[in-house]
Every structure is written in structure tokens, then in C-alpha cells.
């Protein structure tokens, strides 16, 4: 599932870890590729499906007059990317199951509804909202085919998270507080263990930039912007409460002690403090109710996904697949 921007307009600096520590990666969960396609009446989606190359299938490709075959390519392609693809193979047969079992289909306007929340969530021009996707789509390798089936996946698991979530008044003071409230920018560095964070904590207080520290240790997809992050309001829940209260203790420069989180050790320094705007939250309920709503059919969504995976146990008989399979971090 690629998760939905809070910030729009601001790919650079996407929300990090938040709920997502530990979770999927954006190939397994959301995308707009060829989930089945609509019949002409607008009738409902079939799941993806992949065929496999067959023995007298025409070579893939050709160079210097020679033919590539697909046994040349099978071990080298599946080392790359053989893990993820079958993940979102596995989750797309579990998710049929799951949604056969609630009595729940997936139509066509499923579909394009979650292509309409990827492009909301990127911008609110159209124009810009279409550049953004096209980027991140080319970022991600996300093709035809894999966008379509990911959009499928979307659809399926926000259809099954919206039976078991429940929008609650705190839910919708997150939301106000997430869009209208002070915020927070600092950097981050997650470490698998204490000892790391002892060692990234060293460097740090023997004056090295927490920006070149995370940089070089930090697993969080920060690391390659320094451990930048966001902005981030108090409230907002895609992120560890943990990590938020220690982000709103801190002034500004300061580094705070390694916290806890459910992947391993953080070390945040504040950057900068923003005022919120002063916005009457009796105006925005509307909007602030579909966001918080959002927000929770998102974590819901990723937490089913995390739960069917770790349940699949396929049975994986090329070994470059089943390394790249064992490789995924689930």
C-alpha cells in the first residue's frame, strides 16, 4: 500500500516511519496496474492474474542478433525482484479469500476511487496531482500492470478495513490537529538496537551532524535526506505517540535520548517549530471527519495486509525466488 502523503505537495520529504514501521512496502499494498479490467457495462473486477511464459513463447528480447531467453532472465529477475512480486501475488490470492468470505466485491468505481484518493493526496491541482503520480509511479517501478493490481489491492483492503473501523471525536481533533495545529520538523535516525543508538549518539556529541549520522546509519527511508522528516502536529496519529512526545519536548537544535519504537531505536532532533494557523474547528468538521476517517481505514488497511502475509506460507521451488522471498522484511 503506498501510503497516502499528509503533506501535500512534498514527495521530498515524505512521512517516514510512522505506522508503518515494520510494515509494507509500497509494492505489496497500493497501485493503480491491471487489477482486471471493467467490462463495458461497468461490471465487477476480477483480481489480478500473472501467466507464466511458456516454453514456445518468443524470446523476450534480442540483442546483436541473438535471442535473451527467459531462462537467462528468470534467476537474475527473480533475485531482484522475484520477493515482492510474489508477495503481492500472495496477498492479492489472500485478499480474494478474505473478501469471499465477507461477501464483498470490488468493482470498477472501487478502482478508480482509490486512483482518485492517490491523486487527491498528492495535490489539489489535477495537473500537478497527474506530474506527482507519474514521478512516483517511475520512482517505484510501478508499471501497467503492477499499478493496476496495487489500485485492486487498495480497493479490497480498505473494503474490508471499513467494516471494522469507528470514527471517534478524538479520531477528529487528530485530524484538526494533524491540518491545522502547530507542527514540528526535525531529523530522525532509527537503529536496530541500543547499541547503535549509543554508537550514533556518540558521534553526534563528539560533533559530527545528525544530518551525515543519519545519512550513513539510520534504516529509516529518511536516511537519505538526513533523517528530515515532515512537519508533524502533536496529535497526528500515523505517527508513534512515543516519537511525538519526545519530538514535542525538545527545543530547538536539541537531540533527544534513543526511544523505543516497535523496529528498533530513534534519535530525533528538533529543527524548527511552526505556529498553527487559527483555523475554528467548527469550520472544517466536514473535512476533518473524511481525514480522520482516512487516516484510520490506512492504518486498518495495513495492519490486515501485515496479518494475512504473515500467515502465507507458499511453497517456493526456484531457489532465486524463494532467496529474494526470504529476503522481504514482513
Known amino acids: 500500500m503506498i501510503a497516502e502523503p499528509t503533506h501535500r505537495e ?35 473486477l476480477a483480481a489480478p492474474t500473472l501467466a507464466a511464459p511458456q516454453a514456445n513463447d518468443r524470446p523476450p528480447a534480442m540483442f ?33 479469500s478474505e473478501l ?12 478508480a476511487r482509490e486512483e482518485r484518493v492517490a491523486l487527491e493526496a498528492l495535490s489539489t491541482d489535477p495537473a500537478r496531482a497527474a506530474q506527482l503520480l507519474a514521478a512516483l509511479r517511475k520512482a517505484q517501478s510501478l508499471g501497467p ?21 469507528t470514527l471517534t471525536e478524538e479520531n477528529i481533533r487528530q485530524s484538526f490537529d494533524a491540518a491545522h495545529g502547530p507542527t514540528r520538523i526535525g531529523r530522525l535516525i532509527v537503529v536496530p538496537d541500543i547499541a547503535a543508538a549509543e554508537r550514533a549518539r556518540s558521534r553526534l ?6 544530518a551525515e549520522v543519519a545519512a550513513q546509519v539510520s534504516i529509516d527511508s529518511s536516511a537519505a535526506r538526513g533523517g528530515l522528516l515532515a512537519p508533524i502536529a502533536r496529535m497526528d496519529p500515523s505517527f508513534p505517540s512515543a ?18 519504537l516497535d523496529n528498533g531505536y530513534a534519535i530525533v532532533q528538533l529543527r524548527e517549530e511552526r505556529p498553527g494557523d487559527g483555523v475554528d474547528p467548527s469550520t472544517t468538521r466536514t473535512e476533518d471527519e473524511r481525514l480522520a476517517r482516512r487516516v484510520l481505514e490506512r492504518v ?16 517456493v521451488f526456484d531457489d532465486a525466488l524463494l532467496d529474494s522471498w526470504q529476503r522481504q522484511s514482513r
Open 205 to 210: 556529541q563528539a560533533g559530527e551532524s545528525f
Open 64 to 96: 546483436a542478433g541473438q535471442a535473451i531467453a527467459w531462462s537467462e532472465l528468470r534467476s537474475r529477475v527473480f533475485e531482484l525482484s522475484g520477493g515482492p512480486v510474489l508477495e503481492e501475488i500472495v496477498l492479492e490470492r489472500s485478499l480474494q
Open 10 to 44: 512534498d514527495l521530498s520529504v515524505k512521512q517516514p516511519f510512522s505506522r508503518r514501521l515494520g510494515a509494507l512496502g509500497c509494492s505489496a499494498v497500493l497501485s493503480l496496474a491491471l487489477a482486471g479490467c471493467a467490462t463495458e457495462d461497468g461490471g465487477l
Open 300 to 315: 486498518e488497511m495495513d495492519r490486515i495486509a501485515r496479518v494475512l502475509l504473515s500467515k502465507a506460507k507458499p511453497t
Open 145 to 165: 500492470t503492477r499499478w493496476q493490481a496495487l489500485l485492486w489491492r487498495n480497493a479490497a483492503l480498505r473494503a474490508l478495513a471499513k467494516v471494522t473501523i
Open 100 to 111: 469471499a468470505k465477507a461477501a464483498i466485491t470490488i468493482d470498477a468505481e472501487a478502482i
Open 243 to 260: 516519537f511525538r512526545e519526545v519530538l514535542f519536548t525538545l527545543a530547538p537544535g536539541e537531540v533527544s535520548a534513543a526511544v523505543l
